[in-house]
């Protein structure tokens, strides 16, 4: 399945991917601060490539990064969106 620009739906939920104008390797991908971080510090920032989705906290941009495949990015999101990860 070609992931630099295809749109998933299941369960309600669609999810788009698309290949960063950046994306000639990770260390080229432009990361960017995700529309939900607030303004108090709480920041998220990812980069999506054609093989990998990574996250990171924007305070610590030395620290550990997640990496998911899309696969495994589409599965995260639909459990989210579905309170699997609820308190």
Excluded: H
């Amino acid at each position: 399945m070609d992931w630099t620009k295809n749109s998933q739906c299941a369960s309600n939920a669609c999810l788009e991917w698309r290949k960063s104008t950046y994306s000639d390797g990770l260390n080229c991908v432009e990361w960017r601060k995700s529309s939900y971080s607030s303004n108090n510090g709480s920041c998220v920032e990812y980069r999506v490539d054609t093989e990998v989705i990574q996250i990171r906290d924007s305070k610590d941009k030395e620290g550990p990064v997640l990496t998911f495949t899309p696969k495994e990015w589409e599965a995260f999101t639909l459990g989210v969106k579905d309170g699997q990860f609820d308190l």
